[in-house]
């Protein structure tokens, strides 16, 4: 992957840790706002936060018992990692200077303002910490990646890309994956190019072994070659069908646009600014890399052709998939 992008977070993560560290009491919440804005504002350590929320959502019930007095620590480590996020995001949100000391308090039964603060940071901040950074090498990372090669494609490539698509577009969808495949190489990432499984053939899946597998797949959406909505649900449901055969819970959908038509994904479901649809605990991002080159700019193009797949569209294929044949 990218080591040096991987290695320029962490190394300003570890910065933000040691300045809230050695923080006393009097300057602990501010230093806690100044670190929260950091992690939001880092769109890898957002998306991690972001993906932890959407799967505890119940956190947030045990960190009001906690604003309330009720010292609560969860009982295994992923619950607790949640508690943790729900904790600290409450304390930012609250407006409340003191109240980093009145869960220290809770939970460590100190009566001294930093002891009450070493007690907080120990409970709640560090397993924090600890969690985004082993979560750092993550699925999270190839997302970074992915819209990093998204923009190389449509502001750097373009023209280029187009070119060899329309010099033979039979072989045009595997050309496009194959820049894909350098890339990813480039970033330092090990994989396998179309491994067989019970579903068929993947694009692509990253080294079998270790946690920092990817599947994906590569699609192209062009309605006048056949490549419709209908292409690219059928494509989704295979992502599907190779997270089910590998048994991975994230995906990848990598849309080439290589026609003047829109491809729209309504949802409010993003995570930087990429649309996903879980299903059954797989969770499937689409990335759509509009390399078409279009003869105008902008500002000349007028209203364009729209065409719109919605979450709902995609879940129905997989259930339709699912339903067992009518006796």
């Known amino acids: 992957m990218d080591s040096e992008y991987i290695q320029q977070v962490r190394y300003k993560l570890q910065k933000r840790q040691k300045r809230i560290n050695t923080a006393g009491f009097q300057t602990f919440h501010s230093t806690l706002l100044q670190t929260w804005g950091f992690l939001q504002e880092n769109q890898l350590t957002k998306g991690i936060l972001d993906d932890l929320e959407r799967r505890f959502p119940d956190g947030g019930q045990h960190a009001d018992k906690m604003m309330a007095g009720e010292a609560l620590i969860g009982n295994t480590e992923s619950e607790h990692n949640a508690i943790c996020y729900w904790v600290v995001k409450k304390c930012v949100e609250a407006g409340k200077p003191q109240i980093e000391f009145q869960i220290g308090r809770q939970v460590g039964g100190a009566s001294q303002l930093d002891d009450a603060v ?18 750092i090498d993550d699925k999270r990372t190839m997302l970074v990646l992915l819209k990093k090669f998204k923009h190389r494609c449509e502001w750097f490539r373009r023209a280029a890309m187009f070119a060899r698509f329309k010099e033979d577009t039979g072989q045009g969808e595997k050309e496009l994956a194959r820049n894909l495949y350098e890339y990813l190489h480039d970033q330092g990432l090990q994989f396998h190019i179309e491994p067989e499984s019970a579903s068929g053939r993947v694009d692509l899946i990253s080294a079998q072994s270790g946690k920092d597998r990817l599947v994906a797949d590569t699609k192209l959406f062009n309605p006048e070659r056949g490549q419709d909505r209908g292409y690219i649900i059928k494509g989704f449901r295979q992502v599907y069908d190779y997270l089910k055969d590998f048994n991975e819970s994230f995906g990848y959908l990598v849309i080439f646009k290589t026609c003047q038509q829109d491809l729209a994904i309504p949802t409010q479901l993003q995570e930087s600014s990429v649309p996903f649809v879980t299903h059954n605990n797989k969770t499937i991002f689409l990335v759509v890399i509009d390399i078409f080159d279009y003869p105008e700019s902008a500002s000349k193009r007028g209203k364009l052709q729209a065409y719109e797949i919605t979450p709902h569209e995609f879940v129905d294929s997989l259930r339709e998939a699912e339903s067992p044949p009518p006796g």
């Open 118 to 135: 070493e007690a907080f940071r120990l409970t709640y901040l560090e397993p924090l910490f600890d969690y985004i950074d082993e979560q």
